[in-house]
């Protein structure tokens, strides 16, 4: 089996830093690095970039709403066409970082309440994704199952990455839980392993409900931003390599 390990990282603002970075770095085969809006700066999207080089590591920008202070995690009411130049605005940013650092963007995904607002509406969906396919559609789109942003790609042509959130609660759609409800992240680090187990051994996930659903999985996203994360994704990549898996950048597995 192949399977992608990918990580959410750059996420700190000027002398803040948020997460391990260089220690997930050495775990992870994907980095979706923030692109100004929701976290991160220029420095800090370059010293991001760089640390990708030498290792076998693809990059991806992560998009989100302008807003630093609410970590880009407040929904914006805001006309989709205009937020669709805020995705453009972010991936041009960190598309130019990356060239001058010798490096190419490989994949993106929406952050916080603009990936949630997108992954509910197709009419938001299609021009955020459209914007991707403008920047470049050679573009992974890396998104959790069965969501609009998925079905804007499939229309529109755009690769996409179903991608694995261990430590989220599913509902019986296969939809992410909402963070306001009592058990949508998962905090125990025996039950975060055991989901993956699952996933790596049938192909499914048991939702919030105690059923169980079929996913199908590219990606496997690991938090570095929370206590013992950095333990918990060495685990989890030991056990998939343990049970004979191999960890393959994203690009490599989505034709």
């Known amino acids: 089996m192949e399977i992608d390990l990918n990580a959410d990282l750059g996420e700190g603002f000027g002398m803040y830093r948020m997460g391990e970075d260089e220690a997930m770095m050495e775990i992870v ?3 979706n690095v923030a ?10 999207m370059d010293r991001t970039v760089r640390m990708t080089l030498g290792r ?5 920008a992560h998009v989100g709403f302008p807003d630093l202070l609410g970590f880009g995690r407040r929904p914006i009411q805001a006309d989709p066409l205009e937020l669709a130049k805020y995705v453009l605005y972010q991936m041009g940013a960190l598309a130019g970082i990356a060239k001058a650092a010798g490096a190419h963007l490989t994949h993106m995904s929406f952050h916080g309440a603009l990936g949630n607002m997108a992954a509910a509406s197709y009419e938001l969906a299609e021009p955020l994704v459209r914007a991707v396919a403008d920047f470049d559609n050679r573009i992974i789109v890396s998104v959790s199952t069965n969501t609009q942003i998925e079905r804007a790609a499939d229309k529109i042509g755009l690769r996409v990455a179903n991608t694995f959130l261990a430590d989220r609660a599913y509902d019986n759609e296969g939809n992410l839980v909402s963070r306001k409800l009592e ?11 055991a989901r993956v187990t699952q996933l790596l051994e049938d192909g499914t996930v048991t939702t919030i409900t105690g059923q169980r659903l079929k996913i199908a999985a590219q990606s496997i996203l690991l938090h570095g931003d929370t206590p013992g994360a950095v333990e918990l994704a060495r685990t989890v990549r030991g056990a998939i ?3 004979g898996g191999r960890i393959v950048p994203v690009s490599r597995l989505i034709k």
Request: charged share 20%; with cysteine; hydrophobic share 45%.
């Open 241 to 243: 390599e343990s049970a």
């Open 183 to 193: 058990g949508a992240v998962i905090k125990d680090r025996a039950a975060v392993l």
């Open 35 to 44: 692109c100004g809006y929701h976290a991160g700066d220029p420095v800090i």
């Open 56 to 60: 076998d590591i693809d990059l991806g």
């Open 29 to 31: 085969s994907s980095a």
